[in-house]
C-alpha cells in the first residue's frame, strides 16, 4: 500500500460545486502539505499544517480550505470550483518540515478538471 | 525575485546514452538543493540532497553536482534506461520555511 494515499485520483466537476480532496498517510508524519501542479509552472504550495492543530496558508491559498482531521488525514476543499483551478493536486508529508534536510514524500496526485 | 530554472524543457535520448540536465537559480539566502524525479502519473520522488558545502553526490547512475557560487545545479544521468523516462524536478530551500520549485524537465529514453 502507498504511504501517502490521495482520493479520488481523478474528478471532473462542474463550475460552482463543492470538491473536497482527501489525503492519507501510514508515515507517521506530523506535516502535512498541498501542492498544485500545472503545465509549465513549479509545484506551487497551497496550505501545509505542522500538526493537528496547525494550518498555514501557503502563496496561493485563495478559494482553497483545508482540514486536518488527525496526523494522519488533511483534506483539501474547493467551496466554489472555478475553471482556472482546475490542475494536478498533490499531498506531500515530511518528517520534521521544512526546517530540515528531510525529503518530503508525495501521493501519486488528483486531476481535477472544472467545466 | 527567487526563481529556479531549468533546462532544457524536454529531452530526447537513446538508451544507453549518458544526460545531463540543469538547474540554474537565483535564490538567496541557500539552504540545500533537492532533485526529484516524477514518473508519470506519480508523485515526486526524492533521488538528491545537495548542501552549500557539497559539490557531488551520487546515487546509482544518478550524480548531482553543485556549484554555490554560480547558483547552479546538474543532475547527470549515466547510461540511461527506459525507466529513467520521466520529469526531473530542482527544488531550492532559501531558508527552514520555504521551498521554490523548478517546472521540471522532462527526459524521454528510446531503445
Known amino acids: 500500500d502507498a504511504d501517502v494515499t490521495q482520493t479520488p485520483r481523478n474528478r471532473i466537476t462542474k463550475t460552482g460545486k463543492r470538491i473536497m480532496l482527501e489525503c492519507s498517510q501510514t508515515?507517521?508524519?506530523?506535516?502535512m502539505y498541498w501542492y498544485r501542479q500545472d503545465p509549465g509552472l513549479g509545484l506551487r504550495l497551497i496550505y501545509y499544517?505542522?500538526?493537528?492543530?496547525?494550518?498555514n496558508k501557503g502563496e496561493i491559498s485563495d478559494g482553497y480550505s483545508v482540514s486536518r482531521q488527525a496526523q494522519a488525514k488533511f483534506s483539501l476543499s474547493l467551496e466554489s470550483a472555478i475553471p482556472n483551478q482546475t490542475a494536478l493536486y498533490f499531498c506531500a508529508t515530511s518528517d520534521s518540515g521544512f526546517a530540515s534536510g528531510q525529503p518530503q514524500h508525495f501521493g501519486d496526485g488528483t486531476r481535477l478538471s472544472i467545466l | 525575485k527567487n526563481q529556479v530554472e531549468q533546462s532544457p524543457q524536454s529531452l530526447i535520448i537513446l538508451e544507453g546514452k549518458n544526460c545531463t540536465l540543469q538547474?540554474?537559480?537565483?535564490?538567496?539566502?541557500?539552504?540545500?538543493l533537492r532533485w526529484y524525479k516524477q514518473d508519470t502519473g506519480r508523485g515526486p520522488v526524492s533521488l538528491t540532497i545537495?548542501?552549500?558545502?557539497?559539490n557531488t553526490k551520487s546515487n546509482g547512475r544518478y550524480t548531482a553536482t553543485l556549484d554555490a557560487d554560480t547558483k547552479q545545479s546538474s543532475l547527470h544521468i549515466t547510461a540511461s534506461q527506459l525507466s529513467d523516462s520521466a520529469s526531473y524536478i530542482c527544488v531550492v530551500r532559501p531558508t527552514p520555511d520555504k521551498l521554490i520549485f523548478g517546472t521540471g524537465t522532462r527526459l524521454q529514453v528510446f531503445p
Open positions: 499544517s505542522f500538526d493537528v492543530k496547525d494550518i
Open positions: 545537495m548542501t552549500f558545502s557539497e
Open positions: 508515515k507517521g508524519h506530523d506535516r
Open positions: 538547474c540554474n537559480y537565483t535564490v538567496s539566502p541557500f539552504s540545500n
